[in-house]
Structures are given as C-alpha cells and as structure tokens.
C-alpha cells in the first residue's frame, strides 16, 4: 500500500509563513495528482490546492495568490508554501495523493491521506 505523511505545521503571527511537505511512500508505480486539503473546527473538509503530474495547479479561490503548490515527482513529495497567513487559514490540513501502485504486472489504484499537520494562525 501507500504511506503519507505530512510535516512542517505549527503556530504562526498572522502575515507570517510556513511551509508544508508531504512524502508518499510505498509500492508506488506513478502518482498523478498530489495535493492539500484542510479542516476547521466545524467545518469541512476543502481543497487547498492540487498540483498534477504534468504540474498544473488548481487552487481555491481563498489562497490563490498566497500559497502555492509544488511537487518533486523523483521524491514522492510535494510541498505547500503558505505566505500572508490569515487567522481564517487556520485548520488541519491533509495530504492526499492518487495514483497506481503494484509491481510485477499486478497494479491497483490507490488514494491516500496522511494524519493531518495542524497550523494555527494567531497572534
């Protein structure tokens, strides 16, 4: 199966920056789409922003301008550089990625989601 992990949450002023990593690992044969989503308190669950294998993005219209998404495809892992941060940007955010793992002729889709970085925005 396909492992994921998330780091680089914590506590931040409002205006400052962090920086989110996310690496997969596993029996992975390709990766297509990498991604973030996030979840406050009584809320839910919404795209952050995606990035594909051919590296186009897509982002919600709430960071567009502030955060951004990268990838590393020879290192399973992507990135979200979050700039600008507002008390509102504060959730747990989550790593998810799609794609095919198996070997030797034997291949199934997968999805998967990491346990989640908390990042807090406050003064």
């Known amino acids: 199966q396909v492992q994921v992990a998330e780091s680089g949450g914590g506590l931040v002023q409002p205006g400052g920056s962090l920086r989110l990593s996310c690496l997969a690992s596993?029996?992975?044969?390709?990766?297509?789409?990498m991604g973030w989503y996030r979840q406050a308190p009584g809320k839910q669950r919404e795209l952050v922003a995606v990035?594909?294998?051919?590296?186009?993005?897509n982002y919600a219209d709430s960071v567009k301008g502030r955060f951004t998404v990268s990838r590393d495809n020879a290192k399973n892992t992507v990135y979200l550089q979050m700039n600008s941060l507002k008390p509102e940007d504060t959730a747990v955010y989550y790593c998810?990625?799609?794609?095919?793992?198996?070997?030797?002729?034997?291949?199934?889709?997968?999805?998967?989601w990491g346990q989640g970085t908390q990042v807090t925005v406050s003064s």
């Open positions: 990035v594909s294998s051919g590296g186009g993005t």
């Open positions: 596993g029996n992975i044969f390709s990766i297509n789409a």
């Open positions: 998810n990625t799609r794609g095919t793992y198996g070997s030797g002729g034997y291949y199934s889709a997968f999805t998967s």
